[in-house]
């Protein structure tokens, strides 16, 4: 049983004590980091739950077992099916290049030599270059109406693909496609972090990430339907068209659906009480982050660039999407060099999406179960080597064994997963995470770019040198999550010392204080 008075008290007397051992305690050295986390901690720019509590009414807020559950299920049913459509949208419409390319829209548009690298490319240059922009509105505005706005305008963006006619036409509508897209990752991981507690965040974080699985099989079966349809019936206008309309049209509708129900944060959800809101923001504390804040601070972007966690998340960012930029965008045209027709291609790329599914669902679970996250992620960035493997190593008189191939690539984003829910449970401080996050991202718009290059038009139908790029990829990012997973347990054992030392004392509310995890030494690092 938590007061709202007695909370507020507590801080306020812990924040006078912070004045107190500043003017008493030498400066303390970079690196030895007793006082740290008291050196920016300021009552008036705190968490915006901290001011939730202060202006509450004193009721006390209850929070046993059996309501935190309740309250658990309430999130989840209100919250996690607008994260998952809203996510396999957002796969689902930049990969509709990749079945429309086998629709006719490259004789259409007159696509010749590297046009169509340079239009898959150009989705993550938009990306890249509103990625920073988008993550600083993301901190300063309310997160889910910025989150619905640009969902909206992307699903409007991806409506003009229809109507385009040529190459020059096709880049602007996918460098706008990419701007607007640009919000929604870093959006739900706010989302995922300020909503959930750490040991909870992999899952959920798992379980939204897969619906690009969903989206993948969703998005073949529809674009099958439709090029059958089209071939059977007949249009007024090309089969790759209507998909662009119609997948379009959908994400539009969708938004305007998650303009209306999501909530910014607790403090305005409709779906909670009054008193379930603050007790929605009471289940967080333990996470040592809030639910956010709206104010830049400097010192913690400074302290994002010089935190080894933050580049070496940025390089796995980096090397993993050098395989995904390529294989999103040339998964059709991949199994049509395997002896497919291209109506065949749209129908049996859909089994790789269940696989991304299962491995992403299971690895979220048993991650978090388990509290080794980033090991756990390991096992599908190996099993996708191995599919890389097979469809390097077999002949192409065996198409049955490099579409299998191709399936277990689809397990790769188990490492990516893993680490963007690291940042929602690892990155304090509302400016740190927003920066770090921005970081990763823009890692994966380079590593985007750079990956649908890989695959050359010279180098069909097997496309070996790409291959070969994406099975190393894939080997250093395992060797990367094995040393981030060293690094966290490292600096968790640090902090305990720190606690145990007969210096150190806890100032209450100080979880709401918006400081960094550096700064805190209550926070534990999720492994």
Known sequence: MTGSKEIAENTSRGLEKIAEDISSKPTIEDGDVQDVRFIHADPNDGDIALKAFAGHDGEAIILTPENERALLRKIDWNLMP????VYGLNYLDKTTLSYASVMGLQSALHLKDDNYQWLSSMFYIGYLFWEYPTNRLLQRLPLAKWSAFNIIMWGLTLCCMAAVSNFAGAVAV??????????????????TSQWYTRNEQGTRTGIWFSFNGFA????????????IGVKTHGAAIASWQIVF???????????????????DNQLNARFLTPKERLMAVERIRKNQQGVGNKHFKMY??????VDPMTWAFVFFALVADIPNGGI???????????????DQSLLYGTPGGAIEVVFLIFCGWLGDKLGLRALVATSGMLAATMGMLLIVCLP?????????????????PTGFVAILSLISSNVAGYTKKTTVGALYLIAYCVGNIIGPQTFRPGDKPRYVPAEITIIVCYSVCALDLVFIHWHYARMNQANEEVRRGEWYRKVEGQEFLDLTDRENKEFVYTL
Do not use: D, H
């Not at 607008?82 to 459509?85: D, K, N, R, S």
């Not at 460098?175 to 959006?187: I, N, R």
């Not at 969703?218 to 339907?225: P, T």
């Not at 008189?397 to 397990?411: D, E, M, V, W």
């Open 300 to 305: 913690q972007l400074k302290e994002a660039l």
């Open 396 to 412: 192409l008189s065996n198409p049955t064994g490099r579409l299998i191939g191709y399936y277990f690539t689809q397990a790769s």
């Open 174 to 191: 996918r460098f706008f496609l990419g701007v607007f897209e640009a919000a929604v990752t870093p959006g739900f991981a706010l989302f």
């Open 328 to 342: 999103s965008n040339f998964f059709s045209q991949l199994i049509v060099s395997f002896g497919y027709t291209p």
């Open 245 to 263: 309309l119609s997948i379009g049209l959908l994400t539009t509708a969708v938004g305007c659906i998650f303009l209306y129900f999501m909530p």
């Open 216 to 227: 993948q099989i969703f998005g073949g079966v529809v674009a099958y339907g439709i090029s």
């Open 82 to 85: 607008m994260l998952c459509i």
